[in-house]
């Protein structure tokens, strides 16, 4: 029980520091910038993409060309010479003005990585500092194994990247504190 409430309290923190860290900080925003011009850049997107959604990496060589040394090439060529775009295409849209369904599916999401978290900080012989080390080692962890990979393969910004390791790291060790508190309520002081 007190794991389950361990992982309860860390969501409810780590919810509230996304919301502060977006709206109040900015983070989540670090290395977005505003198209020049929109319309011709949809227009492009719906002649160029069709209407299959989908994630883009542009330009782009097909995986079954990767043996045709002439298409190699050729992607190789116009790869350094032209733009780059990582592109999420919904040909549909969405009002992302309308937040509700995310919002509630970033609860559940910090949630249930904060009583994952708090299982491993609920392990035996774990103090408060140690349990805010593991946090942290955990906020490392998942920013090295997701937004780095993002960085080095598919050219995310450096301060995209790099807010997000803030964001993370901040959330989860604020997070992980209170995780910390309530797990080592009641149990005997020991060193760490």
């Known amino acids: 029980m007190r794991i ?7 969501g409810i923190v780590m919810f509230i520091w996304g919301v502060a860290a977006h709206m109040a900080l900015g983070l989540g925003e670090v290395g977005f910038r505003q198209p020049v011009n929109e319309n011709v850049a949809l227009a492009g997107l719906q002649e160029g ?7 883009y990496s542009l330009p ?18 116009k790869a350094v010479r032209s733009p780059y775009a990582w ?22 999401s910090d949630t249930l990585a904060a009583l994952a978290l708090a ?19 955990a906020a490392v962890f998942a920013w090295l194994g997701t937004q780095w990979p993002y960085w080095n ?3 995310f910004p450096l301060d995209f990247t790099l807010a997000g390791l803030a964001e993370q790291l901040i959330g989860w060790l604020i997070a992980g504190a209170a995780m910390a508190w309530w797990l080592g309520r009641g149990e005997c002081k020991r060193a760490d």
């Open 4 to 10: 389950l409430v361990a992982g309860l309290i860390g």
């Open 87 to 108: 592109v999420i295409y919904q040909p549909q849209g969405t009002d992302m003005t309308r937040m509700g369904p995310q919002i509630r599916r970033q609860w559940a």
């Open 49 to 55: 993409l069709g209407g299959r959604a989908g994630v």
């Open 119 to 137: 299982f491993v900080m609920g392990l035996a012989g774990l103090g408060f500092r140690r349990r805010l080390a593991v946090a942290a080692a």
């Open 153 to 155: 393969w598919y050219r």
């Open 60 to 77: 782009s060589l097909d995986p079954k060309q990767m043996n045709d040394p002439a298409q190699v090439r050729a992607y190789s060529l």
